[in-house]
């Protein structure tokens, strides 16, 4: 009897253990998985990326003949697919571009971006898109007109 | 109610279960409130949010045009900071143990340049630690860099004019991985002023291009590799194509004198091993200056310290940023030059032996 009586003092025991643990794990991710939420910066990374071809003489943006770059002005002569690939670098990483532009689709990994476009509303996902009224320089002259970037990646 | 049932037996389980109970609960609660102590302390949240925020603005330094650059509004303290181009590493200055780090989504403008950055390099000496330091994070044409301040008294943020310019900023620039020891070592070379004269150099018989007679010249030696897309000329099966695992190169850059012939410099880039290396080389190399034939024969070693430096290098480093970067100046012949590498050849390589040992 004694055996026995040890023996479930002991089991309790492990049981208590055993349960309490499991709730300070349980909590401890929840109080980190919360942190890490609202520490999650993919969504602006991706706005960054999709800025960045306003912004980059790189990508889009208009430089002057003093190579002083126009912010939000594009250099219609980069306006191609192939400037967009020399704008990205992407080391493997999944991400895809879509730009409308004066009628025109340009894409960058337009594998990626048709693959992605469908599902970005999903949690393994992010999608920007915005539509900036931009001024655009053609041979000098100035002109006017909207542009709309989509980036989509896999988080 | 098992206290009033309890016989003989149950009195042991009585004084004890409860005894256990504390004991357990207290230790238990001791490790939480220590647990909960160090995230109060910011160790663990505020260097993944130092992480994730660092990372961010380097981002947006990527995607900004022409020169930037941006002082980080906050006192460091404690911590040191490596930003390599696919990561920004915190660690944690007292155990040099990773405290937090973060990737980010690292999609690069082609051709910028995000050299290995630790900051600040001091805390190795010892010399700041434990101080708090601002961080300053720079993007100057292609290249992002970073410097810190050490403000010992001043507690808040320096002003706009403290900052410096971009060109006057210290740069802090390490060898592309710090175990080179066991790693291949790879030579490189450059040719200097392409389109000049010291573009091609003249044999007897025949017309050769330096760089193809670097080429050769180096891959034929016993204990270095050569990296150059002109050497795939009938060497291809010595050629290391992939410079990811180039840990130190030394650069050679030979110059036809002119004017402003400053004589033989061996620049060290802002690492300690660097500099170590540069120092060996230059003690060796000094008794063999009679033996080379060029025509300044003075000789020092530079620390590359600023921005400016770098652009007045005679070599265009583009991604790769070398340990050592070796100038020299030289007569424009074939055996002259020759003679030069054969004796830099049989210095570097005794100085490398010695620097291991």
């Known amino acids: 009897m004694k055996g026995k009586k040890a023996m479930g003092w002991t089991l309790s025991w492990i049981w208590n253990l055993l349960s309490l643990t499991v709730i300070i794990l349980i909590i401890t991710g929840a109080v980190i998985g919360t942190i890490n939420k609202q520490n999650d910066t993919k969504n602006l990374r991706v706005q960054l990326l999709g800025k960045r071809i306003l912004y980059s003489p790189e990508c889009f943006a208009y430089q002057d003949t003093n190579t002083k770059t126009k912010i939000g002005t594009i250099d219609l002569q980069k306006v191609s697919e192939e400037r967009l690939k020399n704008c990205f670098d992407a080391n493997g990483q999944e991400i895809g571009v879509k730009i409308d532009f004066k009628g025109d689709e340009f894409y960058y990994n337009q594998t990626n971006y048709r693959d992605i476009a469908p599902i970005a509303f999903t949690k393994k996902y992010m999608k920007y898109s915005d539509r900036f009224f931009v001024q655009v320089v053609e041979n000098n002259k100035i002109s006017f007109d909207y542009m709309t970037i989509t980036v989509v990646a896999k988080k | 109610m098992k206290f009033l049932q309890s016989k003989k037996g149950d009195t042991t389980e009585l004084t004890y279960n409860p005894l256990f109970t504390l004991i357990f609960t207290a230790i238990v609660v001791f490790f939480l409130f220590g647990y909960a102590i160090s995230w109060d302390d910011s160790t663990f ?159 007897i018989n025949e017309e050769t291009y330096l760089a193809d007679y670097l080429c050769n010249f180096l891959i034929n030696s016993p204990y270095f590799y050569t990296i150059n897309n002109r050497c795939a000329g009938g060497n291809n099966a010595k050629i290391k194509p992939d410079l990811s695992n180039a840990i130190l190169k030394i650069i050679y850059a030979f110059e036809i004198p002119s004017q402003k012939d400053n004589g033989i410099i061996l620049y060290s880039f802002d690492s ?86």
Do not use: C
């Open chain 2, 45 to 203: 949240l505020n260097r993944n949010v130092l992480a994730n925020d660092i990372g961010l603005t380097i981002e947006t330094l990527q995607m900004a045009p022409d020169r930037v650059s941006i002082d980080y509004p906050k006192e460091l303290k404690d911590v040191q900071i490596e930003i390599d181009s696919d990561k920004v590493n915190i660690k944690n200055i007292e155990g040099g143990e990773l405290a937090s780090f973060t990737e980010f989504n690292y999609v690069k403008i082609t051709g910028l340049v995000v050299p290995h950055i630790k900051v600040p390099e001091e805390f190795s000496t010892g010399l700041v630690k434990s101080k708090p330091f601002f961080l300053y994070l720079s993007k100057n044409g292609k290249v992002i860099n970073a410097q810190t301040s050490i403000f010992s008294t001043q507690t808040t943020a320096p002003t706009q004019t403290q900052t410096t310019a971009p060109t006057q900023q210290i740069l802090s620039i390490s060898t592309t991985n710090n175990n080179w020891k066991n790693e291949e070592l790879i030579v490189s070379y450059y040719e200097a002023n392409k389109g000049s004269p010291a573009y091609k150099i003249y044999n």
């Open chain 2, 272 to 357: 300690d091993k660097s500099w170590k290396l540069a120092q060996i080389i230059l003690k060796n190399l000094q008794p063999k200056l009679n033996q080379l034939n060029v025509p300044n024969k003075n000789i020092e070693i530079k620390k590359i310290v600023n921005y400016d430096q770098i652009n007045n290098l005679p070599v265009s480093l583009n991604e790769q940023i070398p340990g050592l970067i070796i100038t020299i100046g030289y007569q424009d012949d074939v055996i002259n030059l020759n003679s030069i590498i054969s004796i830099l050849n049989n210095v570097i390589n005794p100085s490398l032996q010695e620097y291991y040992k």
